[in-house]
């Protein structure tokens, strides 16, 4: 397999290991940060995988909390790994936000209700999308959706099971031709070995996606567990519990089984890229 240095996943197991050890320790994140001469908060957003935690600090965190010479160092080793570059990694954006993440993971599943996959967009398509935005803000977000579309045909490619709502693919938000250049864009990337698309008819009426779209990442077998993502009005939702977890691939699942086939989705993109083309 493949090396992955990956800081954005590091970070969330070394937060979330250390954060095991502690309460194993039996103290509370108050009493810890006491004797670690840092704050209760920052110590939170450590546990968080939202700072980053240097080596020394994982050291004095693992004697505090009497780890096994073998655990000591192991997460020594997981802070020094959290702190290199990570090959993938796009300037511009934030170490946990979802690029970050998507680009440390080695496969996603993504259930698109109102939009089409980002990994999926042609520049055409995201130019449209993002045509009210300022020209700073839109060249950011184009250039960061680009980064993350050269995953699917890296050396070690990105592996996309994408179920994507055919309701997402007529709304006009872009000129007839740029949508029709979008479900070629599609097919084309449907042949790829590491990337399936499923469409969800229009007229199957109610079913599990309707409340909202959701990505399952699923990362290297030595870092951390699936983590679930789900975009909503006020921010996002990063979803680590197994429970949480299960809930959501048995939801993918359900729509996976409702959705056309990778053949007959490809023929249905056609059939709408003929109607538009007319």
């Not at 995988?49 to 997460?75: K, N, T």
């Not at 567990?225 to 680590?240: E, I, K, M, T």
Request: glycine share 6%.
């Amino acid at each position: 397999m493949a090396y992955y240095s990956v800081p954005a996943i590091r970070r969330l197991q070394l937060g979330r290991e250390l954060k095991a050890w502690r309460e194993k320790a039996g103290l509370t994140l108050e009493q810890a940060g006491g004797d670690l001469d840092i704050s209760k908060s920052t110590l939170s957003r450590m546990e968080k995988g939202q700072g980053a935690i240097h080596p020394l600090h994982a050291r004095a965190m693992a004697e505090l909390y009497r780890l096994p010479e073998d655990d000591l160092v192991r997460v020594v080793d997981i802070a020094r790994e959290a702190k290199r570059p990570n090959q993938n990694r796009i300037e511009g954006v934030s170490v946990n936000s979802y690029p970050a993440l998507e680009a440390e993971a080695v496969s996603v599943r993504n259930f698109e209700l109102a939009w089409v996959p980002g990994l999926l967009q042609t520049e055409s398509f995201t130019r449209a999308l993002y045509a009210d935005s300022g020209t700073r803000e839109r060249n950011h977000k184009l250039h960061v959706r680009m980064r993350r579309c050269q995953r699917l045909r890296a050396e070690d490619p990105l592996k996309l099971h994408a179920i994507v709502d055919e309701t997402a693919l007529v709304r006009r938000v872009a000129e007839p031709h740029v949508l029709v250049a979008q479900m070629l864009h599609i097919i084309e990337l449907s042949e790829l070995d590491n990337v399936r698309v499923q469409l969800l008819p229009a007229d199957i009426g109610v079913h599990p996606g309707l409340r909202g779209a959701f990505s399952l990442l699923r990362f290297p077998e030595d870092t951390i567990g699936d983590l679930g993502y789900v975009d909503h009005a006020a921010g996002n939702l990063q979803l680590v519990k197994p429970t949480q977890i299960s809930q959501l691939a048995r939801r993918f699942s359900a729509l996976a089984k409702l959705a056309l086939s990778e053949k007959e989705s490809c023929e249905l993109l056609l059939r709408l890229a003929d109607r538009l083309s007319a």
